[in-house]
C-alpha cells in the first residue's frame, strides 16, 4: 500500500512541472506589408491657348479660358475676343495606380507669364488657376484620368502685338 | 503510589522511541516558483502591422527602413523610391504579459522574411527587434518590430504580405 502511495504523488508532480513548461515561453505572429503604387505620369495632350486677342488702347482686361460653359470671356469687357481662334484648355492625361486618389496642385498667381516670342513687349501674366478634377482626383480602373486646366491671362492696355508663351508646372500626388 | 509508577514507565518508553526517530530525520525546505503564463500577442488591427506603407520604385533598388520603436518612422535608406505620403507605415506592436518585473528574452523565428505579392513577384526584408529583452513591468510590456525592406528598380505595383514570428522566454 505504501509504495502504491509513492507512485501517485511522482506522477502529480510530473504533470504539474509539464503545465509550468508551457507557460515560460510565448510566441506572436505578426505581420510585414507593403503597398508598391505605379510612378504617376502626366502627358499634355492639349496646350492651354487663350487664342487671338485685340488689346484695347487705353485700358487693361482679363481673359478668363473656363471649363465649363461659354470656354473664354473678357472679365472687364475691354479687350476683343476675335474668333478667328476661340482658344482652348489645357488637358492632360495622368496615369498611376488604378483606383487610388491623387491631388493636383496648379501655380499659383504670380508665378507664371507669358513672353513675347520675338521679344519686346511686356510679359502677361497667368492667375486663377483652375482643374477638373479640382484639387483631388481619381485614377479609373486601367489606372488612367484626365484633367483639364483653365486660367486667367492679364492682357495690358495696348498690348504688343504677337505670340506669347510660357510653361507652367502641374502636379500631381498620391492622396 | 503503585499507579503512579506505572504512568511514568510508558511515558520514558515514549520518549525513548522518540529519541530513536529523530536521530534519523533530516529538515528540507519545499519550495516552488509558479510563474504567470508567459503571453505574446500581436496588437491587433493596422497599428499591430510592420507596415513599410506606400512606395514607388526608383531607377535603383531601394532598401525602406521602419524604425523597430513605437514611433516606427519611415526613410529611405538607399536608392531613389518615392515614399508616399498616402500611408507612411509603422512599426510592429506586441504585448507581453505574464510576472510583475520577470525579465524575458526575445528574439524572432527568422530575421528574414518575404514578402510577396500572391503570385509571382516578392520583396525580401529584414526584421529588427526594439529590444532582445524586456522587463514585465506590472507584468505587462510593450515589443515594437521594424525592418529594412528591398524594393527592386522594377518591383511589380500590388499589395505585398507575410508573416513572422516573434518569441518570448523567462529568463
Known amino acids: 500500500m505504501k509504495n502504491i502511495k509513492s507512485i501517485f504523488i511522482a506522477t502529480t508532480i510530473s504533470v504539474l512541472l509539464s503545465n509550468l513548461g508551457f507557460g515560460q515561453s510565448a510566441s506572436g505572429t505578426g505581420t510585414g506589408t507593403a503597398e508598391i503604387l505605379d510612378a504617376i505620369q502626366v502627358t499634355s495632350d492639349q496646350t492651354l491657348h487663350f487664342g487671338d486677342i485685340m488689346s484695347h488702347y487705353f485700358y487693361p482686361d482679363v481673359v478668363r479660358i473656363n471649363l465649363s460653359g461659354t470656354n473664354r470671356i473678357s472679365i472687364l469687357g475691354w479687350a476683343i475676343l476675335l474668333p478667328s481662334n476661340d482658344g482652348q484648355p489645357g488637358v492632360f492625361t495622368a496615369t498611376g495606380t488604378p483606383n487610388r486618389n491623387f491631388t493636383i496642385t496648379l501655380p499659383g498667381d504670380y508665378e507664371v507669364y507669358l513672353s513675347r516670342d520675338l521679344g519686346g513687349g511686356v510679359d502677361m501674366r497667368l492667375e486663377n488657376f483652375v482643374s477638373d478634377p479640382n484639387v483631388l482626383g481619381t485614377f479609373d480602373g486601367t489606372g488612367s484620368r484626365e484633367f483639364r486646366i483653365g486660367a486667367q491671362l492679364v492682357v495690358g492696355a495696348n498690348q504688343l502685338e504677337g505670340w506669347y508663351s510660357g510653361t507652367y508646372d502641374v502636379t500631381l500626388e498620391y492622396f | 503510589m503503585k499507579s503512579t509508577f506505572k504512568i511514568l514507565a510508558m511515558v520514558a518508553v515514549l520518549m525513548a522511541a522518540a529519541t530513536t526517530v529523530s536521530a534519523q530525520s533530516a529538515t ?90 500572391g503570385a509571382a513577384a516578392t520583396m525580401d526584408a529584414t526584421l529588427s527587434l526594439s529590444s532582445t529583452t524586456a522587463t514585465l513591468t506590472g507584468g505587462t510590456a510593450i515589443i515594437y518590430v521594424g525592418g529594412d525592406l528591398t524594393v527592386a528598380a522594377s518591383q511589380t505595383t500590388g499589395s505585398y504580405t507575410t508573416t513572422f514570428e516573434v518569441n518570448a522566454q523567462y529568463q
Open chain 2, 28 to 117: 528540507a525546505d519545499a519550495t516552488a516558483n509558479i510563474l504567470s503564463a508567459l503571453g505574446c500577442s500581436n496588437t491587433v488591427g493596422d497599428a499591430g502591422d510592420l507596415d513599410w506603407g506606400d512606395i514607388v520604385p526608383g531607377g535603383s533598388q531601394s532598401v525602406v527602413n521602419i524604425t523597430s520603436d513605437a514611433t516606427g518612422t519611415r526613410s529611405l535608406s538607399s536608392g531613389d523610391a518615392t515614399l508616399v505620403a498616402t500611408d507612411d507605415g509603422n512599426s510592429a506592436e506586441f504585448t507581453l504579459t505574464g510576472l510583475a518585473d520577470a525579465v524575458v528574452d526575445l528574439s524572432l523565428t527568422s530575421a528574414s522574411i518575404t514578402l510577396s505579392d
